[in-house]
């Protein structure tokens, strides 16, 4: 794999293709969309800003095109999925993440289309690939992270149906949502989960603020649910399923966060190697200064052992094996490298990089939480490790 800041892929007709259309989007259309509403990454977004953007992307066949054809997709590669993400995260875009559905449309209800009946499928799953209805996941809770088998949420029976009570944080999209796959305990001595499809506007269930991220996004929700009744329709997969949908395709989603942070990483890198070459100092640009170069060769260093470990990862996939301990590894190593380019970002812009409303500001405190997102550092070393002593 070489290292270029703009990938052409010329040794895929097919997915060159595909990139030059969602670069003339993401640089034209969604750029003047951005602009003409002022929008900034701490814009709180509603429903009216983003159905727009939903519905255009779904036109432009970028909304769900991982997905098989008789979804409307083309089916794509995890390979080709991954380069996709990667742009829409190098493009500087503030929604970026609703161009492929990542948030709160067909990427973020996942692997459930293999779960959901027919009668689920119709009503849920088929209008968030239209762009007419919007999903957030919810599993976990203030005292139930990285350890999930500590959720207190509770499902209990109630005729043909359960009566859920307890809270969820970090709904990702839950401010905009409709439904939430949520994934609750089974009440019972035996230890049991379900996951259940939850209209967020039925009697019992409200969605209040979450706390806001450090990346200043409001794009978190709360999920409360208060003696909230789900029907024997709206259980997704069997009962005691719930962690496997929860947590399923765990290798394939923690690949797929990568190349949206390799993406963030090469926007960093490109914006600091522009500033370097513009910003005098001492009487030539900041690019003549020998400890910059070296950092900038560091930096686009770090980038490129990060995106090729991704990738390579993502093309065994693809062959149909199973790179699991790649996986906890392209997440430690894509996670710490990415947040070490951005710390170089803002310490090369100086004052400029410091003040909000920088873009390697906000790329600063967007990267430094993906060392947590989506199960920490240390989970990633647990699994690698775990694997290695196994054997």
């Not at 439904?179 to 506007?201: C, K, N, Q, T």
Request: net charge negative; glycine share 10%.
């Amino acid at each position: 794999m070489s290292f270029t800041l703009t990938p052409d892929y010329a040794d895929d007709p097919r997915l060159a293709e595909l990139v030059a259309r969602l670069r003339d989007y993401l640089d034209g259309d969604l750029a003047d969309y951005e602009r003409s509403l002022g929008l900034t990454p701490e814009t709180r977004l509603g429903r009216e800003v983003l159905e727009p953007v939903w519905k255009r992307c779904r036109e432009l066949g970028f909304y769900g095109i991982h997905l098989p054809p008789e979804y409307g997709g083309q089916g794509l590669s995890h390979t080709e999925l991954a380069a996709l993400k990667e742009e829409v995260g190098a493009s500087g875009r503030i929604l970026y993440h609703s161009v492929l559905g990542d948030m709160g449309g067909p990427l973020r209800a996942g692997a459930i289309f293999e779960h959901a009946t027919a009668a689920q499928l119709e009503k849920y799953l088929l209008p968030v690939i239209r762009g007419e209805r919007a999903c957030c996941f919810s599993l976990t809770e203030s005292g139930a992270g990285s350890d999930v088998r500590a959720m207190r949420t509770t499902a209990t029976p109630d005729g043909d149906g359960w009566r859920i009570t307890g809270r969820k944080v970090f709904s990702s999209a839950g401010p905009f949502a409709d439904f939430s796959v949520l994934v609750a305990r089974m009440a019972g001595p035996e230890e049991s989960y379900s996951a259940f499809l939850v209209d967020l506007d039925a009697p019992g269930c409200t969605v209040v603020d979450g706390e806001t991220p450090m990346s200043g996004q409001h794009i978190e929700s709360d999920i409360v649910l208060d003696d909230c009744y789900v029907g024997a329709d709206q259980l997704l997969g069997k009962v005691g399923d719930g962690l496997r949908v929860g947590l399923g395709r765990v290798t394939t989603n923690r690949l797929l966060h990568c190349p949206t942070v390799l993406g963030h990483a090469r926007r960093a890198l490109q914006l600091t190697v522009e500033f370097v070459g513009e910003r005098r100092a001492f009487g030539a640009p900041l690019a003549a200064l020998q400890s910059i170069q070296h950092k900038i060769a560091d930096m686009a260093t770090a980038y490129y052992a990060a995106r090729s470990m991704t990738y390579d990862a993502l093309a065994a996939l693809d062959a149909g094996s199973k790179p699991r301990t790649e996986a906890f590894m392209c997440k430690l190593f894509v996670a710490e490298n990415a947040f070490h380019i951005a710390d170089e970002a803002v310490q090369i812009h100086g004052k400029a990089g410091m003040v909000r409303g920088a873009e390697v500001e906000w790329l600063f405190r967007r990267l430094r939480m993906f060392r947590i997102l989506t199960g920490s550092s240390e989970i990633q070393k647990n699994g690698i490790a775990k694997a290695l002593l196994a054997t």
